[in-house]
């Protein structure tokens, strides 16, 4: 094989759902709820394949989607965007994400990226010949070190790739956070790539703040969100870029020869989940913070130290106190000996010694389900 997808295995989340269907486990790994979204948006898709939308939709999606994503980012955050040549509907955030870096990163290219990170990153700077260069967000709280951001960026650097709230420890980037970050985009005169899927998965008094909505940032920003977080569709692999007529123009002309185009009858369905306004989105996300603090109250009883998240469906701990190993070790056991599988945060790191043992639960389920791990889970007090 090219040397550019020498070591990219298998994805930790294909390989730990595997492990979870073959011992029966309660799957806490892979980061998908186990309930659909709004039924408004399935009788669409249902309707939309029924009604013979089953071609190849536009290249950059359809109409009435790119409308209802500039409708809801104006809602939200009264950022204005033109569904002409400012919006561009992807393959899921994944394939959005990929086709930026390979429109803007150039061999030899450095990407300034959150670690830890989501594993597509490093994956796809690797595929695009760029160099992933990681600032730490370090426990316990994972905040972002501005100073270290700073100095991580040099003469080669192409691009920031900001995640905020973040996979996986669950950080909400702060106002003041996101203005470091501006204020030095602007300074060096920086592209800006934001994965912001979790944009509606904030807690307590937290608030999601767009890149983008910065002074200087919204004609140098790369604005990534997808349907599958969102509206719990996460199967339907709808996302969606938003930024400036020519940086649309390089993801798109990326895109294009990735999948074409993909998803013709989920995409009206996206477009009604939309437009159904905030009440359902409010809904999942204090169902979201429930969970959060059943699970994590629930790990903490046990005794593991729990970082509990303000964003995202996943919550931290560390098991160093367990003895049973590090992350991976005890990941890889954990479903044949208690049944229960989570995903070790050491493969979201460029050095992995540095989450060495750390481990990711994803809080995305039933009650019932969550119940049900922690009982699995209580040999561990
Ligand atoms: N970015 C982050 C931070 C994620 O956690 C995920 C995983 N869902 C994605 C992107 C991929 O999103 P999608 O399923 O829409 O491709
Ligand atoms: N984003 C999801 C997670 O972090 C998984 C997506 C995937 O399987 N690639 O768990």
Same mark, same amino acid.
């Given at each position: 094989?090219?040397?550019?997808?020498?070591?990219?295995?298998?994805?930790?989340?294909?390989?730990?759902?595997?492990?979870?269907?073959? @011992?029966?486990?309660?799957?806490?790994?892979?980061?998908?709820?186990?309930?659909?979204?709004?039924?408004?948006?399935? $009788?669409?898709?249902?309707?939309?394949?029924?009604?013979?939308?089953?071609?190849?939709?536009?290249?950059?999606?359809?109409? *009435?989607?790119?409308?209802?994503?500039?409708?809801?980012?104006?809602?939200?955050?009264?950022?204005?965007?033109?569904?002409?040549?400012?919006?561009?509907?992807? @393959?899921?955030?994944?394939?959005?994400?990929?086709?930026? +870096?390979?429109?803007?990163?150039?061999?030899?290219?450095?990407?300034?990226?959150? %670690?830890?990170?989501?594993? =597509? !990153?490093?994956?796809?700077?690797?595929?695009?010949?760029?160099?992933?260069?990681?600032? &730490?967000?370090?426990?316990?709280?994972?905040?972002?070190?501005?100073?270290?951001?700073?100095?991580?960026? &040099?003469?080669? &650097?192409?691009?920031?790739?900001?995640?905020?709230?973040?996979?996986?420890?669950?950080?909400?980037?702060?106002?003041?956070?996101?203005? $470091?970050?501006?204020? +030095?985009?602007?300074?060096?005169?920086?592209?800006?790539?934001?994965?912001?899927?979790?944009?509606?998965?904030? !807690?307590?008094?937290? %608030?999601?703040?767009?890149?983008?909505?910065? *002074?200087?940032?919204?004609?140098?920003?790369?604005?990534? =969100?997808?349907?599958?977080?969102?509206?719990?569709?996460?199967?339907?692999?709808?996302?969606?870029?938003?930024?400036?007529?020519?940086?649309?123009?390089?993801?798109? =002309?990326?895109?294009?020869?990735?999948?074409?185009?993909?998803?013709?009858?989920?995409?009206?369905?996206?477009?009604?989940?939309?437009?159904?306004?905030?009440?359902?989105?409010?809904?999942?996300?204090?169902?979201?913070?429930?969970?959060?603090?059943?699970?994590?109250?629930?790990?903490?009883?046990?005794?593991?130290?729990?970082?509990? *998240?303000?964003?995202? !469906?996943?919550?931290?701990?560390?098991?160093?106190?367990? $003895?049973?190993?590090?992350?991976?070790?005890?990941?890889?056991?954990?479903?044949?000996?208690?049944?229960?599988?989570?995903? *070790? =945060?050491?493969?979201?790191?460029?050095?992995?010694?540095?989450?060495?043992? +750390?481990?990711?639960?994803?809080?995305?389920?039933?009650?019932?389900?969550?119940?049900?791990?922690?009982?699995?889970?209580?040999? +561990?007090?």
């Amino acid at each position: 094989p090219a040397r550019r997808v020498q070591g990219l295995g298998t994805t930790i989340f294909a390989e730990m759902t595997a492990l979870a269907v073959e @011992t029966g486990s309660v799957n806490l790994g892979q980061g998908f709820p186990d309930t659909d979204g709004p039924v408004e948006m399935v $009788a669409a898709a249902a309707e939309a394949l029924q009604g013979g939308q089953n071609q190849y939709p536009p290249g950059p999606g359809i109409l *009435p989607l790119r409308e209802a994503v500039a409708e809801h980012q104006q809602r939200c955050y009264g950022l204005v965007w033109d569904p002409a040549d400012e919006v561009l509907i992807t @393959t899921g955030a994944t394939e959005a994400v990929a086709a930026a +870096l390979l429109a803007f990163v150039e061999p030899g290219d450095e990407v300034v990226a959150l %670690e830890p990170f989501y594993d =597509s !990153y490093a994956a796809c700077v690797q595929l695009a010949g760029g160099r992933l260069v990681p600032v &730490t967000l370090r426990a316990p709280d994972f905040r972002l070190d501005v100073d270290a951001l700073r100095t991580a960026v &040099t003469e080669k &650097t192409k691009l920031l790739l900001v995640n905020s709230p973040h996979n996986p420890t669950g950080t909400v980037l702060t106002r003041a956070e996101l203005e $470091a970050v501006a204020a +030095l985009a602007v300074e060096r005169d920086l592209l800006v790539v934001t994965d912001e899927v979790y944009e509606h998965l904030v !807690y307590d008094d937290a %608030e999601h703040v767009p890149l983008a909505t910065l *002074p200087g940032m919204r004609e140098r920003t790369v604005s990534i =969100s997808s349907a599958g977080k969102t509206f719990s569709f996460t199967g339907w692999k709808i996302g969606w870029v938003t930024a400036a007529p020519e940086l649309v123009a390089a993801v798109r =002309s990326a895109k294009q020869f990735l999948t074409y185009v993909s998803g013709a009858p989920f995409q009206p369905a996206v477009a009604t989940g939309l437009r159904l306004g905030s009440a359902p989105l409010e809904q999942v996300r204090l169902d979201l913070q429930r969970k959060r603090d059943l699970l994590c109250d629930g790990l903490e009883a046990l005794g593991l130290q729990t970082f509990r *998240p303000q964003g995202t !469906y996943f919550a931290t701990t560390d098991i160093a106190g367990l $003895a049973l190993g590090d992350g991976v070790e005890f990941c890889r056991t954990l479903p044949r000996k208690l049944g229960v599988v989570a995903i *070790p =945060s050491s493969v979201f790191y460029a050095e992995p010694e540095r989450g060495r043992t +750390l481990v990711r639960w994803a809080f995305c389920k039933r009650d019932e389900v969550l119940e049900e791990a922690l009982r699995r889970l209580a040999p +561990l007090a």
